[in-house]
């Protein structure tokens, strides 16, 4: 790889850190920015150079934002007495796709000791806060009523699991209703192929027709 | 998409012009970048934006690189009577790790009427001019003996083909021998499902042992 110039080494190394991403895969994206009509590096640097400029979290739920807080959080009509909790922002993304009226909250991760996670790299302390203030950050926004429910959607593995269990324990005695979302089987699922965990959960999560 | 910050949705849109990258290969990326130790948007924002820099093609051989003649065209030990036609500068490198001792022609691309690639569009003619001028470069540098062999290298698919034929076509009054790479079963393949066109190959080109 030596024969390539230096820059050109450079982005296809860069490129390989990104998730799933290996040599073959970095090389093919570096010679297609040189060669493309429809991006170009020059485009595609600068998006990433800018990518954090005036980003943070937002303070209430710690959803990516330019703002202080966050649209949702913003919005009057979303039910602010309920928190779902997720692990990342796009799973924001992917609630907001349902009919879900609450509010949320970013852990930015799981517990993870293996990986160096612990509550403290977590968004868990804001979360605390947030179920002991009744609903509003604890900057000093007037409070409209107290949690009634939190949702803990963590990954069903693992980690996800143990964090969920974490949670519980910290809220417990803040909020009167701490819940988890449904294990069961997934929509064109097959039965057949379907692991004994996942179908345990279907059978213990069954509701009448 | 909307309730992202306008900078990840535009990170996220130049990410799924990459070949292979879809909507949620991209959104995975932008936010490991944000998170990620490894590796951050800036860094990969920098190489991105220098990536053309200072970058040009070999005269010579039209090769990727950053001086005016690429190393294997100044390396006086490769035999520079012998020319590699290749689509792409990777091919270059995939062919480097085999005992190859000649020199290259990089075409940057593949006869293709329906994407808008005629020869112009190639280096098709510094390729001829090349062979025409034996061996070295057109800008006055020293012959130190004709082209012997072009053996061309383009992928075995209808483009590559065509390419195949019309430079064969270009080139049979200049050089003595123009060569095709050999069609045949690809190591560790399984003789009962190669296609009939690879087993045609490998029988014609079949050899004593």
Known sequence: VSLLPPQITRAIEEFQKLPG??????????????????GSPE???AALTGLKAN????????????K?????????????TTILVVEEP?????????????????LHGVLSPIDGMGPEQ???????????AGGTSAEGMPKVGGIAEVIVATDPDVEGEATASY?????KNLVPKVTRLAHGLPMGADIEFADQVTLKGALDGRRSL
Do not use: N, W
């Open 21 to 38: 991403i290996g040599m073959k895969s970095a090389e093919r994206m570096v010679f297609h920015l040189l060669r493309s009509t429809r």
């Open 43 to 45: 485009t595609l640097g």
């Open 55 to 66: 980003l943070h979290y937002c303070v209430q739920c710690q959803m990516v934002t330019t």
């Open 68 to 80: 202080e807080r966050c649209d949702i959080c913003e919005d009057p009509s979303r039910d602010a």
């Open 90 to 106: 796009l799973e924001v993304i992917a609630f907001e796709r349902t009919q879900y009226k609450g509010v949320y909250h970013v």
């Open 122 to 132: 977590l968004k868990v302390r804001e979360l605390v806060d947030r179920c002991a």
């Open 167 to 171: 949670l519980r324990e910290k809220l």
